[in-house]
Nanobody, 123 residues
């Protein structure tokens, strides 16, 4: 079992930056692929980006060049750095973990989920 706890959400203005954290506990953190997703009411949960166990990152086109992901294995924590935030980035952000290769963009490919942290970007 893996437990995930997100933090770092909040209310910011367009153009600001925010860093989300996802602290993992339970199993060996470095053996999992980590994904970040977001969801707004009435829409499906969408892939934002991910960090594979081998250190490869992937991002949705909507956030490429603005968001980055890093991990600290010693602290069992993965970070989502969000720069140049836009109002359309407003959502609840979730981190997720999966066993296996690759960084699927489908939420069903992930085994473990955090409770989410809300990000609101005002115009």
């Amino acid at each position: 079992q893996v437990q995930l706890v997100e933090s770092g959400g909040g209310l910011v203005q367009a153009g600001d930056s925010l860093r989300l954290s996802c602290a993992a506990s339970g199993r060996t953190f470095s053996a999992y692929g980590m994904g970040w997703f977001r969801q707004v009411p009435g829409k499906e949960r969408e892939f934002v980006g991910g960090l594979s166990w081998s250190g490869i990152t992937a991002f949705a086109d909507s956030v490429k060049g603005r968001f980055s992901i890093s991990g600290d294995n010693a602290k069992n924590t993965v970070f989502l750095q969000m720069n140049s935030l836009k109002p359309e980035d407003t959502a609840v952000y979730y981190c997720a973990a999966r066993q296996g290769l690759g960084l699927p963009t489908s939420p069903v490919a992930y085994n473990y989920w955090g409770q989410g942290t809300r990000v609101t970007v005002s115009s």
